[in-house]
């Protein structure tokens, strides 16, 4: 299993300090922060943070992310295609070959379970037309929160199949997972192949329901049953990208390095019981 860090993980440091603090922890794998990126491409060239990452012997394995994919007015949606051709062009320079999609938020008055599914097949099937030239696979990462379209790995698993493009795959966060009432049986049904990317993270003892990114915590350090999960992944044949991903504010003013080898051990204490880690 590739153990890799995620730039949510530090938000207030720099791409180039993500870099250097993922190198420092032993990390061989780095999900790009989009934001960050922008920043940096916008006074660098992708050839350039191409020869940062081989500098410290990082590889790049995915760019977060194209927020809210499904449902966009159509001036909006080709902003969100003219954004997915844009990380597919930075991507293939990089050698990175996944982006994360996001669904959007259920729209205003509602929509059915077959309308949220021949929405999100519709938009995955563009936007894989789009990433197919770049050989570049969308990771589609449901999210658990009440508030989104696609909640489940259930749902998000039928909407993968139906789309049935060879570049489309799925994102399991143990957060969203958790927090949105997905069932230990259901990673089991998953083709482990379409499994892009597991992230890892623990979440506070709270209400489903009240769970926010912010709540996050380092593996190990909360209530979600990683070990039950990691079981399962192990069961179905999984071995791919497993990363840190956390969003909480109070991890942000840590030094990114020290915060990087901290959340390398406390991974590699939970997953290193299943599997064999790079």
Request: with cysteine; net charge negative; glycine share 8%.
């Amino acid at each position: 299993m590739l153990l890799g860090f995620n730039g949510a993980t530090t938000m207030k440091a720099d791409l180039p300090a993500d870099i250097v603090a993922a190198s420092q922890a032993g990390f061989k794998a780095l999900e790009i922060w989009a934001a960050k990126m922008d920043r940096y491409l916008a006074d660098h060239t992708a050839a350039e943070l191409k020869a940062l990452f081989d500098q410290h012997g990082v590889r790049p394995v995915s760019i977060n992310s194209i927020e809210f994919i499904t449902f966009r007015p159509p001036a909006e949606y080709e902003g969100i295609k003219a954004r997915c051709q844009e990380l597919c062009e930075i991507g293939h320079v990089l050698g990175c070959d996944k982006i994360v999609v996001v669904p959007s938020p259920t729209p205003e008055g509602g929509a059915t379970g077959e309308e949220i599914q021949a929405e999100s097949v519709k938009v995955l099937r563009e936007l894989a037309e789009i990433a197919k030239p770049y050989d570049v696979k969308l990771a589609f990462e449901f999210l658990g929160f009440g508030w989104c379209s696609v909640r489940t790995l259930e749902q998000c698993w039928e909407i993968v199949k139906e789309t049935n493009r060879a570049n489309v795959g799925l994102v399991i966060d143990t957060c969203h997972f958790y927090a949105g009432g997905s069932t230990l049986p259901s990673i089991e049904r998953v083709e482990p192949k379409r499994i892009l990317i597991f992230h890892i993270n623990d979440v506070e003892e709270r209400p489903r329901e009240t769970i926010e990114d912010a709540h996050r915590l380092l593996p190990g350090e909360g209530v979600i049953p990683l070990d039950d999960i990691l079981i399962r992944l192990k069961h179905i044949g999984f071995d791919g990208l497993c990363s840190i991903e956390l969003f909480r504010p109070e991890y942000w003013e840590r030094d990114p390095e020290e915060l990087a080898r901290a959340a390398r051990a406390a991974t590699l204490e939970v997953v290193g019981a299943y599997f064999e880690v790079e």
